[in-house]
């Protein structure tokens, strides 16, 4: 089943006609035009991983004044069917998408929802969690969020809001809803709840991390110490990191990002497989999983971390180590 094939709902909130009735036209007139032109971006993105999937900000400019759009917001409204070509909706068949923009720097960033069959349900990653995911392994923050309908589900505002400035987070769609994640999801349980700042991937929280026993390879080593610094994980204080070899590609990896919630935390090998959907990398191809985890932790992410590697890529190695938090 088609994304199309989800029926609008009716809102609270009052849609601009005008704006979609434009959009509609922009959709049949400049539409496939834009996407041909997002798809030759896309493919001829540089080498670096963080880079997939992702519109720069100065090519998104170009994008807008070439087409004659009013704003970069349409633009991340058109570059929706793109996004919905990296979902793999394989239990639901729903093909979701969103279109992230960094507030940082501008950059468009697409994604789509992953699920994983064989699988906990709860390993699915939602669309809007995809964009934040990679907004975030990105350095930055989302601005704006791009998607079908302006009504992201109450697991995606909980994962929203758990990062720093998400209150004037915007949503938009289609339809002309132009609303706050706050107008979306007021009174949010947020990490402030708890005392907790927010998360920012502009931390460092757990700088000194140590391998405790055997150690993975040195480039593996250092990347998983590098994801695992800025892990978000201050509710188990137990940050993980994972790290996907794939043969002769390269490697791909993420820390865990906990929720206020608790669930709907995400956790490491679950966002490193975000990170591998972005290059539109077959996770079946994966050679290696490495998943470094707090040594006595409150929190054990390896049984979930083997049991999810072992249903996307039943021919990879499973590996773990462990670390302590020093200081």
């Not at 089943?1 to 849609?15: K, N, S, V």
């Not at 996004?83 to 992230?100: K, M, N, T």
């Not at 709840?193 to 140590?210: H, N, T």
Request: overall charge negative.
């Amino acid at each position: 089943m088609t994304e199309a094939a989800i029926r609008p709902t009716a809102a609270p909130f009052r849609a601009d006609g005008a704006f979609a009735l434009r959009m509609a036209t922009l959709g049949a007139t400049v539409g496939p035009a834009v996407e041909a032109e997002i798809r030759t971006l896309l493919a001829e993105a540089g080498t670096d991983p963080l880079d997939a999937s992702v519109i720069p900000a100065s090519d998104a400019a170009e994008l807008v004044v070439r087409h004659d759009l009013a704003s970069v917001d349409e633009l991340a409204l058109l570059a929706l069917p793109i996004a919905g070509e990296l979902a793999r909706p394989s239990i639901s068949g729903y093909r979701v998408a969103a279109v992230g923009v960094e507030a940082e720097t501008g950059a468009l960033v697409l994604g789509g929802n992953l699920e994983f069959p064989g699988n906990d349900l709860g390993t699915t990653i939602h669309a809007e969690g995809f964009v934040a995911l990679r907004a975030r392994r990105r350095g930055a923050h989302l601005g704006t969020l791009a998607v079908r309908e302006a009504h992201p589900c109450a697991h995606c505002r909980q994962t929203l809001s758990e990062a720093a400035g998400a209150d004037s987070l915007r949503i938009i769609d289609p339809l002309g809803h132009v609303l706050t994640l706050a107008a979306l999801y007021p009174w949010a349980f947020t990490p402030a709840a708890l005392g907790v700042d927010a998360d920012s991937p502009a931390r460092l929280p757990w700088p000194d991390l140590a391998f405790v026993g055997a150690e993975p390879p040195v480039t593996i080593a250092a990347e998983l110490l590098d994801l695992g610094r800025r892990a978000h994980a201050p509710y188990s204080g137990s940050p993980s990191a994972a790290v996907l070899a794939v043969r002769p590609t390269g490697t791909f990896g993420a820390g865990c990002v906990e929720s206020v919630a608790f669930n709907p935390s995400i956790g490491a090998l679950q966002a490193a497989l975000v990170e591998l959907a972005a290059v539109r990398i077959d996770p079946s191809t994966i050679a290696e999983g490495w998943l470094a985890k707090l040594d006595g932790g409150a929190v054990d992410p390896e049984p979930g971390f083997r049991a999810l590697l072992r249903a996307v890529a039943p021919e990879a190695s499973a590996n773990v180590v462990r670390w302590r938090a020093h200081g």
